[in-house]
């Protein structure tokens, strides 16, 4: 039972169990090794260093690894409990910590509806990175909002003082035409799970906002949602990058969104149910 009890710890946690079983240095060298590549390949997914299946994978093989290592290290043959619960207590701390910390700088959402269709995929789990300073928005940054009923998560175009003006899939900010080119028709994927109107005749549009250019949809002959906002102090207007989705909420709806509701920018897709080819995709 002993024996059974040290391999679960050691699964749970490589190198508790080893310290257990009173082989101290074998626990102590497996758990930092562990604690601290794991962290660091959790980091580096949510930096976008390392794509998450990659960081995945790194994790099992690493997992493995010290799991050979700790099967093959001897024990002393005395059980040290308090040397285990020493072990134990230091790992959990630093994960705790490592947790927290992310959490202070990262969010995992939902994408809420077809805002970004094809792009984003409504219920996929992406990276949101939290902003520090709100002044530090741009014209042409993905964010999500935090708003009831429900989230946005949409594109800034216009920020406190500008004029939005749009018409179609076409876009003025303060006067001043965003420029946008034709890229022809989209062809969807026959394995996403669509409703016809979002698919049939999509065009795909390259739009140049923020100095930058990205794509934007539009289905030929839909009807546009046209709107002229003066965006006030403290707001921002969103607009989602699918131009004529009837299933995606932004500033044509709701008008501009306040600044202290938008949680940050958009980070890689992290999960997405059915297709693990999606993880890691970034829209832009």
Request: hydrophobic share 50%; with cysteine; charged share 20%.
């Amino acid at each position: 039972m002993m024996r059974l009890l040290q391999v679960a710890l050691d699964c749970l946690l490589p190198g508790v169990g080893t310290a257990l079983r009173g082989n101290l240095s074998a626990g102590a060298v497996a758990l930092v090794v562990w604690t601290v590549m794991a962290q660091g390949l959790v980091v580096a997914a949510c930096l976008g260093a390392v794509h998450p299946v990659r960081a995945g994978l790194a994790l099992a093989v690493l997992w493995a690894g010290i799991e050979l290592f700790l099967a093959l290290s001897p024990g002393s043959g005395r059980s040290s409990w308090r040397l285990a619960a020493i072990l134990a207590s230091v790992a959990v701390a630093a994960d705790l910590g490592c947790f927290l910390a992310l959490s202070r700088q990262y969010a995992v959402v939902t994408v809420p509806d077809y805002a970004f269709f094809p792009g984003l995929l409504p219920g996929e789990r992406v990276l949101i990175s939290r902003l520090r300073h709100k002044d530090e928005l741009r014209p042409g940054d993905i964010v999500y909002a935090d708003l009831e009923p429900s989230p946005v998560l949409a594109r800034v175009a216009g920020l406190p003082g500008h004029e939005v003006d749009v018409s179609g899939p076409s876009m003025a900010i303060s006067g001043v035409v965003v420029a946008i080119r034709d890229q022809g028709e989209v062809q969807v994927d026959g394995s996403v799970d669509a409703p016809p109107e979002e698919t049939d005749g999509l065009l795909a549009l390259e739009e140049f906002l923020g100095g930058g250019g990205h794509f934007v949809f539009y289905r030929r002959g839909a009807e546009g949602r046209p709107t002229r906002q003066l965006v006030p102090e403290g707001h921002v207007f969103l607009i989602a990058d699918n131009r004529s989705t009837r299933y995606a909420v932004d500033s044509r709806s709701i008008a501009s969104v306040p600044v202290d509701r938008v949680v940050g920018r958009l980070g890689p897709v992290v999960w997405s149910r059915g297709r693990l080819d999606r993880i890691g995709v970034q829209w832009r």
